[in-house]
């Protein structure tokens, strides 16, 4: 008989797989994001063994927007996890929209065989090149030893500086390989010991005492924050800023919430008036793009002075500021308001500047109201936008978080829309990227699970990710998802007769879609709640049932086809 082998001579092992997933969960991540397939499935099957909440999506695509919004709404890496080759180029996608707002993100890609490189292998890219120039390290795992390392090199250097994008390429004979589990083990622990990144330096005292002799010696100021300042939770702090200073301010649409839209000194509803006046501006954690028009005349004074507190150095030369303040936004603040304590100032209510902004803030909201007042069926945009701003309004706290994009729905749902709280609005962002919508919805349930989600969509970009609806019911996220339904891209056929020509005359045009299309039969397919809605009562119904239900559901609604304008605010741009 042959003689049995001895179990204590044969160590436990770990593959690659394994090893990674341990490597993630060590280092504190909780959730993660993708499509499994060659090599990935077990690396996210052990994942969630070790304790990760893997939220498998139909396409790279939405899974690597919700990574990347995942990021800013909680401070820490958004985790996605792709195949090789077709999956990694689909997650470029949520790559590259983390690298543009400068969230924190990191994708892992399987990739082929190293020995096989160059062959024509399955699913053969060099990923590494491909990435570059969406990230700010694209790091490669050539032996299972190097896993641990590379993933948590890579979510520290995603936080550190100017959060954003990295990339993490294991090979699948690196998943495949073994080591001994005491080997892995002390591996794992090695990761407390590792170079944690620096911290940002505390703002220059002498820029601080700037900034403030600035906007003291002011007639007209401004105070400008954008979603760098509510990635910093810089909330309190700005808002201390703002109320004992008495200074005006204007969030940038996804700084909208960090004070509310409500504020007495909100400027929003008078855009034009403040920046084209202000005589200086300070501007947190946003950064002078098209969103803020290059901080160029005609829309700013050609003579403003521009405070631009960022924590990136590199953005400060760029811009080039009266003062450039380079550090974390809330210390950075915190910084000012220390100034300012120790000789305050304050604008009060009464200050010309103060009160123009007032008066035409009042002026623009009651016309704005007056046009919300009229009921008009068949719906434009506004009458449903006014319904579903009252039954989110309706909420109270926590509030929703809000997830808006399309050119006439989110342009509109800027304006209506109310936000209260912090990091309670996502849209398309710096890059204006469309198709976010249900990635980002997914990634606000999983990040805050006691918040209410409602998605503002229209129908195009509803309709770059539509499928993921299936996950919504499958992980039954509290999500509802407000189709507006114009029959097309910006609404239906726009064409001049003159247009219409060809031999092709008799296709549909480029804008449009099929009309009356059936929404929230999609959903129902899954088990999951649809609505079909065309009058104020039917929408008021069926968002108070929703709302109530806190259950994965579309709200289907018919607007006019031509509603709308074509681009919505950007037509200058097409």
Known sequence: MAE?????????????????????????????????GIPVTAVATRAVAAGVRFIAFHNEQSAGYAASAYGYLTGKPGVLLTVSG????????????????????IMISGSCDQADFGKGDFQ?????????????????????????????????TSISGRPGSCYVDIPADVLHQTLPQSEAFSLLSQLETLKIPPQIPDPETLEIEKAVSLLRQAERPLIVFGKGASYARAEDSIKYLVEKTGIPFLPTPMGKGLLPDTHDLAATAARSLAIG????????????????????????SKDVKFILVDISEEEISLR??????????KRVV???????????????????????????SQD????????????????????????????????????????????????????????????????AGTWGTMGVGMGYCIAAAVAEPDRLVVAVEGDSGFGFSAMEVETLVRYQLPVIVIVFNNGGVYGGDRRTPDEITGPHKDDPAPTSFVPSAKYHALIEAFGGKGYCVSTPDELKSALEE?????????????????????????????
């Open 86 to 105: 077709p999956g990694c180029v689909h997650g470029l996608a949520g790559l590259s929209n983390a690298w543009v707002n400068t969230w924190p993100m």
């Open 4 to 36: 049995q082998p001895n179990p204590q001579s044969s160590p436990a092992l770990i593959d690659g797989s394994d090893l990674a997933a341990r490597a993630l969960a060590a280092a504190g991540v909780r959730h993660m994001f993708g499509v499994v």
């Open 334 to 360: 915190d910084s000012l308001n220390k100034q300012i304590k120790d000789d305050p100032f304050c604008f009060g209510k009464s200050h010309p500047w103060v009160e123009s902004i007032r008066k035409k």
């Open 124 to 156: 053969e890219l060099d990923q590494i090149a491909t990435v570059k120039p969406f990230v700010k390290v694209a790091l490669k795992a050539t032996s299972i030893s190097e896993i641990p390392n590379i993933i948590h090199t890579a979510l520290s």
């Open 364 to 427: 623009n909201i009651t016309k704005m109201e007056a046009q919300l007042a009229k009921t008009v069926v068949p719906f434009n945009f506004l009458t449903p936008m006014k319904i579903i701003r009252d039954a989110i309004i309706e909420q109270g706290t926590p509030a929703p978080i809000v997830v808006s994009e399309g050119a006439n729905t989110m342009d509109v749902g800027r304006s209506v829309l109310v936000q209260s709280e912090p990091r309670t609005r996502l849209d």
């Open 546 to 574: 929703s709302f109530k239900a806190r259950k994965p559901a579309v709200v289907n609604v018919t607007v006019d086809p031509y509603a709308g304008a074509e681009s919505g605010r950007l037509q200058h741009k097409n």
């Open 320 to 329: 080039k500021p009266c003062v450039g303040i380079a550090g974390d936004a």
């Open 277 to 300: 006046k202000c005589d200086v501006a300070l501007v947190i954690g946003a950064r002078l793009n098209w969103l803020l028009h290059f901080g160029d005349a005609p829309k700013w």
